[in-house]
C-alpha cells in the first residue's frame, strides 16, 4: 500500500497516520512489525514514531500470508467479473463449496483461487467477503490481502449491498414484500437452520419479477447475512426455493436451490468510490425458467 501525506496530515506521527486515518489495525501493524513487513517513508524505512510531513510517501509492505493447510490449490477455470490489485469479484458456479470443511481436501472455490494466485505469484490466502452456499451461484467478492478484508470488516451490512434471483414454489400475489422473523441454528444440527424467537433479528425483502402456474421468480435483496437467511424465510412464508430439499422445496428439473447472487454494489474502501457488478442467471435456472416459460 502506498499513499502521499497531505498538508492535514503534517506533524502528524506515522502511528495515528495508520491506525486513524487508514484503519490499520494494531494486529496488523504488530504483524508488520515483527512478521517480516516493513514502513518505508520515502524509500527509507522508518519506525511508527516517526513524525510526517506534506507530501511524504508511505510504503507500507505487508509480510507474506501463509495459506490455510486444508485449502488445496485446484486447477479450476475461474469466471472472473472484476479484478484490481486489491479485489477479486467471481461468478460461483453451483456445486462448488466456498471453502472446503476442515480436513477435507475437497475442490472448494478457495482451492481455485490459491492455484491462481499460485499462477500469478501473488503471496496472499483466500478472503471471502461474503460467502455463498455449496449450491447457491453468482456474484462472490474476495478480498486480496488482510488489510482490505478488514477494512470490508468494519463496513456496516448495507455497505456491500446484494441482490439475488430465486425461484420459489407457489404464486406470490404480492408485488413487494419483506419477511422479518429472527433465524437460529436447529437444535442438535450443525448445518439446518430455524425461524425462532430467540434467534438473530433476520429481515429479507423481496420484489416479484415473473409469475407462473406454481412458482414465482422474485428478486431479494437482505438487511442481515444470516445463515440460509433467504432459504429458510421463504420456507417460513410457505414458498421454498425449487430444488431446495432441505427447507420443504422439491427438485422438479433443478437439482439445487434455486438461489443465485445476481448484482452487488459497494463503497470501494480504499479507492473511495461506488462500484456495481451485475451477472446472468446460471444456466440451470435459466433453462428451468425457459422450460417454464413455455409451458404458459
Not at 517513508?41 to 510531513?53: A, G, P, Q
Not at 445476481?262 to 435456472?285: G, V
Request: charged letters at 25%; hydrophobic letters at 35%; glycine letters at 6%.
Amino acid at each position: 500500500m502506498t499513499w502521499t501525506v497531505s498538508i492535514e496530515d503534517e506533524g502528524v506521527l506515522l502511528r495515528e497516520f495508520l491506525r486513524e486515518s487508514k484503519q490499520l489495525s494494531r494486529k496488523a501493524l504488530a504483524d508488520i512489525k515483527f512478521q517480516g513487513g516493513a514502513i518505508f517513508v520515502n524509500s527509507k524505512e522508518e519506525t511508527v514514531r516517526y513524525v510526517l510531513k506534506s507530501g511524504d510517501k508511505i510504503q507500507l509492505i505487508f509480510p507474506r500470508e501463509e495459506v490455510s493447510e486444508w485449502i488445496v490449490p485446484t486447477p479450476l477455470s475461474l469466471d472472473v467479473v472484476f479484478e484490481d490489485e486489491h479485489l477479486l469479484i467471481i461468478n460461483k458456479p453451483p456445486h462448488l463449496p466456498t471453502i472446503p470443511s476442515r480436513n477435507h481436501s475437497e475442490l472448494s472455490l478457495a482451492g481455485a483461487v490459491i492455484n491462481y494466485y499460485n499462477q500469478c505469484k501473488y503471496p496472499a490466502t483466500f478472503h471471502a467477503i461474503n460467502r455463498l452456499d455449496r449450491d447457491t451461484s453468482g456474484l462472490l467478492m474476495i478480498a486480496k490481502h488482510r488489510y482490505i478484508h478488514d477494512l470490508f470488516s468494519k463496513q456496516q451490512v448495507r455497505q456491500v449491498q446484494r441482490r439475488y434471483q430465486a425461484l420459489v414454489h407457489g404464486r406470490l400475489e404480492l408485488e413487494l414484500g419483506t419477511i422479518n422473523v429472527p433465524i437460529a441454528r436447529k437444535p442438535d444440527s450443525i448445518i439446518e437452520r430455524v425461524v425462532s424467537e430467540n434467534g438473530q433479528f433476520a429481515v429479507t425483502h423481496y420484489k416479484v419479477l415473473e409469475r407462473f402456474d406454481d412458482a414465482t421468480l422474485v428478486q431479494v435483496s437482505l438487511e442481515t447475512g444470516r445463515t440460509h437467511q433467504i432459504r429458510v424465510h421463504f420456507s417460513h412464508i410457505g414458498h421454498p426455493l425449487l430444488g431446495d430439499t432441505l427447507y420443504g422445496g422439491k427438485s422438479e428439473g433443478i437439482h439445487r436451490q434455486a438461489l443465485h447472487s445476481s448484482e452487488i454494489q459497494f463503497f470501494h474502501p480504499i479507492d473511495q468510490h461506488k462500484i456495481s457488478f451485475t451477472c446472468p442467471l446460471a444456466k440451470d435456472i435459466e433453462d428451468k425458467l425457459t422450460s417454464m416459460r413455455m409451458d404458459i
